[in-house]
């Protein structure tokens, strides 16, 4: 929330109460009160602009500009039920804040950011009848920057893609609850110079869940970022909720089922063939020393890089890695892998992070396929499972309710342990077991993770190798 909408709600309460309680007290400074509560309003309008959580408080503050009813009783405790009732919509409407707030990174390094659109010529786009049509693939990157005592100004990089042209619903969410949405500080400057240092810098590539734009992930990624990572976030459009082209276009999701078939699985077989040539193409992209702008170009090691993702995106990393050995690590955040995939044997190191058993009840499709790769690797591989978080908790998804509504959410459906403190601990994870496959330099894994209370894991049994201890699950 804005310090102009926290200000609004407070000045609305107060007069509030003072109108519910003592209506007759002080009537000309209560009108005085009204007065200033409306410049907090017309300044709240015309510098943070519209936004629908702020209709309750608006029409709480002109209700308090009324005098007191003198009519009969029953007419008098109607009207005070009624201003108690808009007064506690003031209040809940903000549990959906129009601006929410993302928790700064806490890595060393403060942390830029920029945004690619790259077009495959080589590729044609299946979700559209236009034959002419080439499939795009939208990268953000996130990297580790110059810390500077004053960022400089300049426009912000939206939090999501097409303010005001979103799709009717966002990943489920009524895109008009995002209206102010651009307003997000990502906790990152664009286009700031990439921090001096390591040479070149260790590149991440993020596939996101099912349906999820890449802004979800915008906390977990500067997280990453500061731990001095650059970090490419991926949009896949028409599977993505929102995602603008290159060519300026909003689109949503499209899903594309053949004739007969049931189930959607197939599908997502198809559709994670399709996320897996997106990573592969991003990775030829910063091959390309002129697909990148200053300040990354020359920068980044593009020879070997770690794939990453959560939930569906979990799976096309994995399928990355076993396809292309440019990927030199894959990590998949409460993923289920599709197809064939379970069956492939993994040589090169690999991350199960899952959210609680107890909470997010993996199916066994999810436990099955996972189980299978792990106990089919022959490098090194590694299981945790964070207790208290759920398959939300890596997203950004907890942080769209003010923190009263995050802790009603906890109750119903897990992840009491906070999608600020999940990403962190899933920040210093991914970070020990990328160290060494990217940077060469070793890390202890297992103590990064011993730091963490109630999280469970550790090394798994390799194929042909020693038997270590597995994580619970």
């Known amino acids: 929330m804005l310090i102009l909408d926290l200000i609004l709600l407070t000045v609305v309460l107060i007069l509030a109460g003072w109108r519910l309680f003592a209506p007759a007290a002080q009537p000309s400074v209560r009108i005085a009160g009204v007065g200033l509560g409306f410049v907090v309003a017309v300044a709240q309008w015309l510098l943070c602009g519209f936004t629908w959580q702020g209709l309750p408080a608006y029409l709480l503050l002109a209700l308090c500009a009324l005098p007191p009813l003198r009519n009969g009783r029953v007419l008098r405790w109607t009207g005070r039920l009624s201003f108690c009732g808009i007064a506690a919509l003031s209040v809940g409407v903000w549990n959906l804040p129009a601006v929410p707030t993302l928790p700064r990174p806490d890595g060393r390094y403060a942390v830029g950011t920029e945004i690619y659109r790259w077009t495959d010529i080589s590729r044609d786009e299946p979700h559209t009848v236009d034959p002419t049509d080439r499939r795009s693939v939208i990268a953000q990157a996130w990297y580790p920057a110059v ?6 100004s300049g426009a912000r990089l939206a939090y999501i893609d097409g303010i005001g042209r979103l799709p009717a619903k966002v990943s489920g969410m009524p895109s008009f609850l995002m209206r102010r949405y651009g307003q997000i500080d990502t906790n990152a400057e664009p286009y700031a110079p990439l921090a001096p240092g390591k040479q070149p810098w260790p590149v991440v590539i993020f596939s996101p869940g099912y349906g999820a734009p890449r802004a979800a992930y915008t906390g977990l990624a500067t997280q990453l970022a500061s731990r001095g990572f650059v970090v490419f976030v991926l949009d896949h459009p028409y599977e993505s909720a929102a995602t603008e082209l290159p060519d300026g276009r909003v689109v949503g999701t499209r899903e594309i089922l053949l004739p007969g078939e049931r189930s959607h ?18 990775i030829d992209q910063l091959a390309r020393p002129e697909a990148l702008s200053s300040p990354l170009r020359g920068r980044v090691n593009a020879a070997k890089v770690a794939v990453i993702g959560h939930s569906f995106g979990g799976a096309a990393a994995i399928e990355a890695m ?6 030199v690590a894959a990590a998949n955040i409460d993923g289920t892998p599709y197809g064939d995939l379970p069956d492939r044997q993994l ?4 991350l199960l992070l ?5 909470e997010t009840h993996h199916s066994t499709f999810f436990l099955n396929g996972n189980g299978k790769l792990l106990a089919n690797t022959t490098a090194p591989a590694f299981r945790y499972e964070i207790r208290r ?6 997203t950004d998804a907890y942080f769209y309710l003010a923190p009263p509504g995050r802790w009603l959410l906890a109750q119903a459906m897990g992840g009491a342990r906070g999608p600020a403190e999940t990403q962190r601990v899933v920040a210093d994870i991914l970070a020990a077991f990328l160290s060494e496959p990217l940077t060469g330099t070793a890390s202890d894994l297992a103590e990064t993770a011993a730091r963490y209370e109630d999280v469970s894991g550790g090394a798994v049994k390799r194929k042909g190798g020693a038997s270590v201890p597995a994580a619970a699950g």
């Open 265 to 282: 699985i197939p599908y997502m077989v198809r559709e994670q063939v399709r996320r897996t040539a997106d990573l592969r193409f991003v």
């Open 347 to 350: 040589t090169r190191p690999f």
């Open 354 to 358: 899952q959210s609680d058993y107890a």
């Open 389 to 394: 978080a759920n398959h939300f908790s890596f």
């Open 322 to 327: 076993s396809e292309d050995p440019r990927v």
């Open 147 to 152: 810390r500077r005592e004053t960022p400089q």
